[in-house]
């Protein structure tokens, strides 16, 4: 059963939350997409022809959406509704709870729970479908929150992604759904988010690559928290 919370005022501060890397150590999309493909063999045996195009599509942002829309297409050849789509999420929330539990890192989960106990506006935004994220955290962590992800439609007898809720697109997407206030507070991992970051008031980075940490410290204001929650592999300092 979710744990009750103040219900937010319609001043509360909004407070954005990514999702992979963030709340969760890893891609959740990718682990789903893996086992969507991995239930056939055929799915298998499609997915290895079309990884020498696809999968330099997804490697680069402008055509990102292009590949990914790609490996959702074979995962869900057969798959004519998001209803059906969105059973399949379920079945494999529930029958990898374990797994995904152990994957949801704790930290970030405090911060989750502190903005939710002082009544702020807490949204999830990522790059997942919605139905992914919001049956984790409903799921596995017992949280209810509003989501918004990339969604998905039907395309040449599978599903493929209509709108990727990534880069820019991120925050015309929690635009469009209402969330109209300033952004008082944003945690993300990526430089996909960093329209998301810079349109925040007090950004917080959490669980970035190393690589692009020197990125953050530049282009975001200064003092920025950069932190690792917990996050195997990636930089960040620790929480104090």
Request: charged share 20%; aromatic share 8%; hydrophobic share 50%.
């Given at each position: 059963?979710?744990?009750?919370?103040?219900?937010?005022?319609?001043?509360?501060?909004?407070?954005?939350?990514?999702?992979?890397?963030?709340?969760?150590?890893?891609?959740?999309?990718?682990?789903?997409?893996?086992?969507?493909?991995?239930?056939?063999?055929?799915?298998?045996?499609?997915?290895?022809?079309?990884?020498?195009?696809?999968?330099?599509?997804?490697?680069?942002?402008?055509?990102?959406?292009?590949?990914?829309?790609?490996?959702?297409?074979?995962?869900?050849?057969?798959?004519?509704?998001?209803?059906?789509?969105?059973?399949?999420?379920?079945?494999?929330?529930?029958?990898?709870?374990?797994?995904?539990?152990?994957?949801?890192l704790?930290?970030?989960?405090?911060?989750?729970?502190?903005?939710?106990?002082?009544?702020?506006?807490?949204?999830?935004?990522?790059?997942?479908?919605?139905?992914?994220?919001?049956?984790i955290?409903?799921?596995?962590?017992?949280?209810?929150?509003p989501?918004?992800?990339?969604?998905?439609?039907?395309?040449?007898?599978?599903?493929g992604?209509?709108?990727?809720?990534?880069?820019?697109?991120?925050?015309?997407?929690?635009?469009?759904?209402?969330?109209?206030?300033?952004?008082?507070?944003?945690?993300?991992?990526?430089?996909?988010?960093?329209?998301?970051?810079?349109?925040?008031?007090?950004?917080v980075?959490?669980?970035?690559?190393?690589?692009?940490v020197?990125?953050?410290?530049?282009?975001?204001?200064?003092?920025?928290?950069?932190?690792?929650?917990?996050?195997?592999?990636?930089?960040?300092?620790a929480p104090?």
């Amino acid at each position: 059963m979710s744990q009750r919370y103040p219900l937010p005022q319609d001043d509360a501060p909004l407070v954005v939350f990514d999702f992979d890397h963030t709340l969760y150590d890893g891609d959740s999309g990718s682990h789903l997409f893996k086992w969507l493909i991995e239930r056939d063999w055929w799915r298998v045996l499609l997915a290895l022809l079309v990884a020498p195009v696809a999968g330099p599509l997804v490697a680069w942002l402008p055509t990102r959406r292009a590949g990914i829309s790609v490996f959702v297409w074979v995962g869900s050849l057969g798959v004519r509704d998001r209803a059906a789509l969105d059973a399949l999420i379920d079945r494999y929330v529930v029958t990898h709870a374990e797994e995904i539990k152990a994957r949801l890192l704790p930290l970030a989960l405090d911060v989750f729970h502190q903005h939710r106990e002082r009544g702020d506006n807490v949204l999830v935004a990522t790059g997942a479908p919605p139905e992914l994220a919001r049956a984790i955290l409903a799921f596995v962590a017992h949280e209810d929150v509003p989501v918004i992800g990339t969604l998905l439609g039907p395309k040449l007898g599978g599903m493929g992604a209509l709108r990727h809720c990534h880069f820019a697109m991120k925050m015309t997407m929690i635009r469009a759904a209402g969330y109209t206030q300033p952004v008082a507070r944003a945690y993300s991992d990526s430089s996909a988010d960093l329209p998301l970051l810079q349109a925040a008031a007090k950004p917080v980075v959490v669980n970035p690559k190393a690589r692009r940490v020197a990125m953050f410290r530049r282009v975001l204001p200064p003092g920025t928290p950069i932190l690792n929650w917990g996050c195997p592999g990636r930089a960040g300092d620790a929480p104090a």
